[in-house]
């Protein structure tokens, strides 16, 4: 992927993770943007992923698959398959299309990436699915249960890379009372999970 320049600066604050549109409704953007204002990245910055958001729900809606025509990574920006990069050029205007190719905002490619490139992407935002499922547990506005589910994986995540049941209840219990200095160790924990999950899901993709 093309290095991500920020539309002429270095982003600013967390990489954030990707927000999935049900559809391009108002109140469906209006989620979006709470939820990437919530990982803490700026509100210009916010703007720009909603908008990148709703590009995705519109491929979509035009057959493009997700992680076979497009896929996202939170510091390198956008990879398009060539399909997704023809439907593209057709519905942008050619000075924002040829504005995203020079800013390095997009990578495009002819080919899809080998097993081995897509494993290494895919381990590469583990720590950002992490921190989001975290966030969520400690900011459930947007969420339907309250958080419960968001709490529930976080603990199950942390078991799974390696921390006692106890430990894994008591650090999260401790984190949402306030202590943000649980944080790291508890994304340690969670990315090891993670990034086994996506490791496991590629060999059987292999495998089959």
């Known amino acids: ?39 803490g990245v700026s509100k210009s910055r916010a703007m720009n992923l909603v908008a990148t958001s709703v590009m995705f729900c519109m491929a979509q809606e035009e057959g493009m698959e997700a992680g ?11 990879f398009f398959s060539a399909r997704m990069t023809q439907w593209v050029k057709s519905t942008l205007p050619e000075q924002a299309w040829n504005h995203m190719k020079m800013e390095g905002f997009i990578t495009t490619a002819n080919a899809p990436e080998t097993e081995e490139e897509e494993l290494e992407r895919t381990m590469l935002t583990a720590r950002g699915a992490a921190k989001f499922l975290l966030l ?6 947007d969420t339907n249960d309250g958080g419960e589910a968001a709490r529930r994986h976080s603990i199950e995540m942390m078991v799974a890379g390696g921390l006692p049941q106890s430990d894994a209840e008591g650090k999260l219990r401790r984190f949402l009372a306030g ?29 089959g």
Do not use: C
Not at 68 to 78: L, S, T
Not at 183 to 204: K, N, P, S, Y
């Open 1 to 39: 992927m093309a290095e991500f320049k920020g539309f002429g600066e270095e982003p600013k604050g967390p990489s954030p993770m990707l927000v999935t549109l049900h559809n391009t409704s108002e109140a469906e953007m209006d989620r979006a943007l709470r939820g990437y204002l919530r990982q």
């Open 68 to 78: 076979v025509d497009y896929r996202w990574h939170p510091d390198n920006g956008i």
């Open 179 to 207: 202590d943000e200095s649980l944080m790291e160790g508890m994304l340690d924990h969670i990315e090891v999970a993670f990034t086994a999950m996506a490791r496991q899901q590629q060999e059987g993709s292999a495998d």
């Open 136 to 141: 969520t547990a400690q900011d459930p506005a």
